[in-house]
């Protein structure tokens, strides 16, 4: 009988949960910046749609709904308290590559419903009907938690309305499925389709120092900003994020790919570092350093968000690392 050589498992980019730390910074930062720009509505925050001054205790939960837009994207309405998003997502993103765009809008949330106004992209106004009593553990998406996490399926009424930027997707729905997830210790996605695929094995082996590298760029400016990243370890792992408002509005949109190690070339001496990105990535960049330490960030690579809309990802505006990578 032949023998089948198991394959050697080498990490490949940082835990998931930096990156979801990162996109929950971002949000908390959208959302203090658009604070106070939806009126809520008072009978989702009291049981029985108890009027004002009679509204039971505030119960911190999470209300998420999926549901199918236009031209092959999926969407993901999740609330906590008072920031509602609406996480949209290509159906063909992979295991290796995906983008996504995810709204940020103030509103109100409860175990009875999402109330969100999001101004020129549509509404969130449904109330939540439990049709079974609360199950033990999270939906197949989340993770982390504690040992009392429960899910309460169900389903929402009302209206979601929703239309992207020159309605490179839309979706409309006044009833839907979906689920109360409580206590929300949890960690869900913001986008449909599960956890971010960059996630390195914990107990996977690390290979030489000398040959793990970064490169950062980021262009911050004010409240919005645009971050490019490029690890290589055992493979190189991309992403690329754009944050900033649209009026009241929060916007998140990122890119991520995995590639082979070739796809981040550098040298030594650490002089330069040259990344050749795939899809959603289009094009190519060079992070040189000059004889007197002066940097260089020059290239046609660019980020393809949701919609076909490319965003350049090089310039002098950038400011930019390159260095080793340490564990």
């Not at 609360?134 to 389903?155: E, H, I, K």
């Not at 490029?230 to 998140?252: D, H, N, P, Q, S």
């Not at 960049?285 to 002066?294: E, I, S, V």
């Amino acid at each position: 009988m032949r023998r089948v050589r198991q394959a050697r498992r080498v990490r490949t980019y940082p835990r998931y949960a930096r990156i979801s730390a990162n996109a929950l910074a971002v949000l908390v930062a959208l959302a203090t910046a658009i604070g106070g720009g939806a009126v809520a509505s008072a009978a989702l925050a009291a049981p029985g749609g108890a009027s004002a001054g009679r509204a039971g205790p505030k119960v911190e939960v999470e209300p998420r709904l999926q549901l199918v837009g236009t031209h092959g994207y999926r969407l993901l309405v999740s609330a906590r308290a008072a920031t509602v998003t609406i996480g949209v997502a290509p159906g063909g993103n992979t295991a290796h590559a995906g983008s996504s765009t995810t709204y940020v809008a103030r509103g109100t949330s409860g175990p009875h419903g999402i109330h969100a106004n999001f101004r020129r992209f549509g509404r969130v106004d449904v109330r939540f009907h439990p049709t079974a009593a609360a199950v033990r553990g999270l939906p197949p998406d989340c993770f982390g938690g504690t040992t009392g996490a429960a899910t309460v399926p169900g389903y929402f009424t009302g209206t979601v309305d929703f239309h992207g930027q020159g309605d490179y997707t839309t979706a409309r729905a006044t009833r839907v499925r979906g689920e109360v997830v409580l206590p929300p210790t949890e960690q869900c996605p913001l986008v449909a389709g599960g956890a971010n695929p960059l996630v390195e094995d914990p107990s996977a082996e690390l290979p030489p120092a000398n040959t793990r590298m970064s490169l950062w760029a980021l262009d911050k400016d004010g409240t919005g900003g645009l971050l490019f990243v490029a690890r290589r370890e055992g493979k190189t792992g991309f992403y690329a994020e754009r944050f900033g408002t649209v009026g009241r509005i929060g916007l998140l949109s990122y890119d991520y790919a995995l590639a082979p190690r070739s796809a981040f070339a550098s040298d030594p001496e650490v002089s330069f570092g040259t990344v050749h990105p795939p899809k959603p990535f289009v094009g190519s960049a060079t992070l040189r350093r000059g004889p007197h330490g002066k940097r260089s960030w020059t290239g046609t690579l660019a980020a393809t968000f949701p919609g076909g809309e490319t965003v350049p990802l090089t310039g002098t505006r950038f400011h930019t690392t390159l260095s080793r990578s340490f564990p």
